[in-house]
T-cell receptor
């Protein structure tokens, strides 16, 4: 089954404790990205990766890092989480190129709470 | 600035009625795609319908259709014969393709409730 998986689905942590949210896709997509969803703000892009050689900042990258060592994986790293990073996080992947409709395939989401 | 505005934070209709969710967007780019996503209580983001900006014909998917007015930068979603399972948050979004980068911009969402 074609899918994007994220782990963990739920996480409660304390301020300053480093954490990683994993993301993996099995569709051989070049493009992957991370979003956070907050009430009244919709989804906002944190980072994206066009391929294993290229990653770049989205609209709200502060406090986050990413890594793209393999095509299928795109982990999100919070080196020192703070309460304002409490949010619902989505990983997504998509095709690229002229034949693509750029439909984003979303993971199931990770609910993160930082106390 | 690239923005998407959904002016209806909440809507509620009776089952089997038709409902239209409004969406306006702003971009100076010409190469973009428009989407409506549904987010049920499970939180999963589900694609409802998409529209290529270069196509004049409005997209349809079963009970879902759009009214795409490019000049007005409007992209409304019509749900016909609404069902209880349509209850969800609906997000309008467009994606810009700029030098290979995909910039996806979402609206704030409309919470739709279908009442029995």
């Amino acid at each position: 089954e074609a899918q994007v998986t994220q782990n963990p689905r739920y996480l409660i942590t304390v301020t300053g404790k480093k954490l990683t949210v994993t993301c993996s896709q099995n569709m051989n997509h070049e493009y992957m990205s991370w979003y956070r969803q907050d009430p009244g703000l919709g989804l906002r892009q944190i980072y994206y990766s066009m391929n294993v050689e290229v990653t770049d900042k989205g609209d709200v990258p502060e406090g986050y890092k990413v890594s793209r060592k393999e095509k299928r994986n795109f982990p999100l790293i919070l080196e020192s989480p703070s309460p304002n990073q409490t949010s619902l996080y989505f990983c997504a992947s998509s095709l690229t190129g002229l034949a693509s409709s750029y439909e984003q395939y979303f993971g199931p989401g990770t609910r993160l709470t930082v106390t | 600035a690239q923005t998407v505005t959904q002016s209806q934070p909440e809507m509620s209709v009776q089952e089997a009625e038709t409902v239209t969710l409004s969406c306006t967007y702003d971009t100076s780019e010409n190469n973009y795609y428009l989407f409506w996503y549904k987010q049920p209580p499970s939180r999963q983001m589900i694609l409802v319908i998409r529209q290529e900006a270069y196509k004049q014909q409005n997209a349809t998917e079963n009970r879902f259709s759009v009214n795409f007015q490019k000049a007005a930068k409007s992209f409304s979603l019509k749900i016909s014969d609404s069902q209880l399972g349509d209850t969800a948050m609906y997000f309008c979004a467009f994606i810009l393709i700029i030098q290979g980068a995909q910039k996806l911009v979402f609206g704030q969402g409309t919470r739709l409730t279908i009442n029995p």
